[in-house]
Structure formats: C-alpha cells, structure tokens
C-alpha cells in the first residue's frame, strides 16, 4: 500500500486543520491506520490510530478531545481532523499503515510497514 499525506499548513492557535491519508491498493480496509508527529529535534510520537474497519480508536493523551481520526474505506482514505490546535501541535505528520499489528501494538511507530510522506503542521501563537 502507498500512502500519501496532505493538508498541513500554518494555522494560529486555537484554529483547526484536516489532516487526510489517502492510500492506493485494493486491500486498504485490512490495515491499521496510524498518525505520527516528529516535531524538530524530538523523537517521533504516536497521535492517534483506527483500525480496521474503523470501530476501534485510540489517542495520544495530549491530543485527546481535540483531534478525531476517522476512516472512509470506500474512499480509501482516513482523516485527521485537528481542533483547537497549540503551537506544541506543530510537527511534521505522518499516516503509516500496516496489516498485522495487535491491539497491544498498534502505538509502535517502528512496527508500522507503509508510511506516507509527511505533511507539515505550523501552529503559531
């Protein structure tokens, strides 16, 4: 599977950004769908995560009741949607997939086989 990020961009704090991952092949609805942020001179950190088919979904605790991750499988595509963002928001955001990840696991960013590009996320104070 190819993934491909988009919608970043500089935003103020407090607005709200739409991050999408749009991956290619036919298998799309298979894969556990996570977003990543590595913001500069961090490490890279789990964001948020669906599985499947989209019933299961899971957090990081500093974007929790702000960011909501949703799956369209028809549309092969899952969303970010990010509100009221915090300059601590600002990161370049990746979407990884992969197909044989356990619950336990899934906030792994080095077990994820597919990874999109990156989508920079600006939030100014």
């Known amino acids: 599977v190819q993934l491909q990020a988009s919608g970043g961009g500089l935003v103020q704090a407090g607005d709200s950004l739409r991050l999408s991952c749009t991956a290619s092949g036919p298998t799309f609805s298979e894969y556990t769908i996570g977003w990543f942020r590595q913001a500069p001179g961090k490490e890279r950190e789990f964001v948020a995560v669906v599985r499947r088919r989209g019933g299961y979904t899971y957090y990081a605790d500093s974007v929790k009741g702000r960011f909501t991750i949703t799956r369209d499988n028809a549309q092969h595509t899952v969303n970010l949607q990010m509100n009221n963002l915090k300059p601590e928001d600002t990161a370049v955001y990746y979407c990884?997939?992969?197909?044989?990840?356990?619950?336990?696991?899934?906030?792994?960013?080095?077990?994820?086989?597919?990874w999109g590009q990156g989508t920079l996320v600006t939030v100014s104070s």
């Open positions: 990884a997939a992969d197909r044989q990840l356990i619950l336990s696991s899934i906030t792994r960013s080095e077990l994820y086989d597919y």
